[in-house]
């Protein structure tokens, strides 16, 4: 069978006579030549496709730091991964939200420019990811308490402290996240350059009200009679003094997904699709790296939709906060209105424009520039951040 090469140099020649073709057969001839020398483009795995993403993130800075590992936090073996273009940066551990839906299978794609500017550290809290793929649902199930994480937390903390020689750090708490970003601020304040806060938790109830209002007047709006009717059907949603059913959550939230309270321009949200290609997960781990967001709603869920931070008017670090305006899982304009009450060392507030609650996915960009502009040079003031 002739090649593409044979095939092609036998149609040149039979051109060959025609006035001007010499030129064409050699522009022919070099074209297809480039073009059977270089390697196929198509990916017939998920193992091709990640090794490929695994290539375009490998740090290959001197001082560069690749770590993916188990380390034990709270009496179990739980998950986390450790990048950074330079050992000097300083730490940023990241609090994911669900609860049970951990940040590190996006990384390749979300944080991987924050590797030049910090030491960027995902964790796959318990229930979430690979901590709970690696841990037995029934052993780790009466631990699953709000007060344990903040104990996790304070534990992986200070063992980073002491794995990279650092004072302090910085931690991200996003969404469910943010409450335990936030009660470890509040313990541990002499620790962090900063609590950064995103999609913050400030006032659940009245957060979830409005969160409420907002799916049924949009449902109205649309003429979505399925909406309308299941939204009504929970109604009153967020009751002062009730505890809020975990069915009725699940119904409010999956009517504000559906209208733009979690992604602001997207119809769904894309985390699973990222998922698949993040080079920390085997094909099984990633085909099963969102089982335990449900273990983790189920014991956390009703019980963080209860807190209020109203009554929190004074941090003794400083404050940074990153909402999107379109927010409506976790209202950024209650966030807004406890961020104007609150005492602190220092404080900013960035709006994100073209975001709801996923902001690290919806403007990657500009989530980078805002913490190099606001988190990183509180760090560097006191030497902690390479030149």
């Not at 069915?247 to 997904?257: F, G, L, N, Y």
Request: charged fraction near 25%; glycine fraction near 8%; hydrophobic fraction near 40%.
């Amino acid at each position: 069978m002739a090649t593409v090469v044979e095939r092609v140099l036998d149609r040149a020649v039979r051109r060959v006579k025609r006035p001007g073709s010499v030129l064409g057969i050699i522009a022919t001839l070099l074209v297809t030549s480039q073009a059977a020398a270089a390697p196929a483009a198509e990916a017939s795995s998920r193992q091709q496709a990640v090794d490929v993403v695994r290539e375009l993130r490998r740090i290959v800075t001197p001082d560069g730091v690749d770590r993916s590992q188990f380390v034990r936090i709270g009496g179990i073996d739980q998950f986390v991964s450790i990048r950074n273009a330079d050992r000097r940066n300083p730490i940023l551990l990241i609090l994911h939200g669900g609860p049970g839906f951990p940040t590190a299978p996006l990384a390749w794609w979300t944080t991987r420019g924050l590797e030049e500017y910090f030491t960027v550290v995902h964790w796959d809290q318990r229930g979430a990811g690979k901590t709970h793929l690696a841990n037995g649902p029934k052993a780790v199930a009466p631990t699953m308490k709000p007060e344990r994480f903040v104990d996790d937390t304070e534990e992986l903390a200070l063992w980073l402290r002491r794995e990279f020689g650092k004072d302090k750090l910085f931690v991200l708490g996003t969404s469910w996240g943010s409450y335990v970003g936030l009660e470890f601020a509040r313990r541990r304040p002499q620790w962090l350059h900063a609590y950064i806060g995103m999609g913050q938790l400030a006032n659940s109830p009245e957060s979830e009200r409005r969160g409420y209002a907002a799916a049924l007047a949009a449902a109205r709006k649309a003429g979505n009679a399925e909406a309308i009717a299941e939204l009504e059907r929970i109604a009153p949603y967020a009751a002062p003094g009730r505890p809020i059913p975990l069915e009725a959550i699940r119904i409010e939230r999956k009517w504000s997904d559906f209208f733009g309270g979690v992604m602001a321009y997207r119809p769904r949200q894309v985390d699973g699709i990222g998922a698949r290609l993040s080079p920390e997960y085997t094909d099984e781990e990633a085909r099963r790296v969102y089982d335990g967001n449900g273990f983790s709603q189920d014991f956390l869920f009703s019980p963080v939709l209860t807190l209020d931070f109203s009554h929190v008017t004074q941090l003794d670090c400083p404050l940074i906060l990153f909402a999107g305006r379109h927010d409506r899982t976790v209202n950024s304009e209650v966030a807004r209105q406890w961020f104007d009450r609150v005492r602190a060392p220092a404080k900013s507030f960035v709006w994100f424009e073209n975001s709801a609650h996923e902001i690290m996915v919806e403007e990657p960009g500009k989530f980078l520039l805002s913490l190099v502009q606001e988190a990183r040079p509180l760090a560097a003031r006191v030497g902690d951040a390479a030149p």
